[in-house]
Nanobody, 123 residues
Framework: QVQLVESGGALVRAGGSLRLSCAASGSIFSINAMGWYRQPPGKQRELVAT???????NYADSVKGRFTISRENAKNTVYLQMNSLKPEETAVYYCNVNGIKYNENGPRGFDVWGQGTQVTVSS
């Protein structure tokens, strides 16, 4: 099994910064893409940013220039640095990781989600 542990969510004032972390552990053979998504209250989950194993990044238009996604492959960890936060970015932030895991019957693909971490931006 592969597990994700997220951290870093907090209450912050508008204009402030936060850094989210998500560490993957378990029977991991390799990790492909890692990403962050968010779900504001009463809304659907949406993409924030993703990063591939090669370091290619993709951002939602709304966060470009303010958020930075990065990864530390040796630690199977992905980060999201969020600057100039806005009240409308209050949401539960979820980490997503996909890759290949060890399995008794051979390598298998996996795609897992974290439990979510609350980010609240006050005005």
């Amino acid at each position: 099994q592969v597990q994700l542990v997220e951290s870093g969510g907090a209450l912050v004032r508008a204009g402030g910064s936060l850094r989210l972390s998500c560490a993957a552990s378990g029977s991991i053979f390799s990790i492909n893409a890692m990403g962050w998504y968010r779900q504001p209250p009463g809304k659907q989950r949406e993409l924030v940013a993703t990063i591939t194993s090669g370091g290619t990044t993709n951002y939602a238009d709304s966060v470009k220039g303010r958020f930075t996604i990065s990864r530390e492959n040796a630690k199977n960890t992905v980060y999201l640095q969020m600057n100039s936060l806005k009240p409308e970015e209050t949401a539960v932030y979820y980490c997503n990781v996909n890759g290949i895991k060890y399995n008794e019957n051979g390598p298998r693909g996996f795609d897992v989600w974290g439990q979510g971490t609350q980010v609240t931006v006050s005005s």
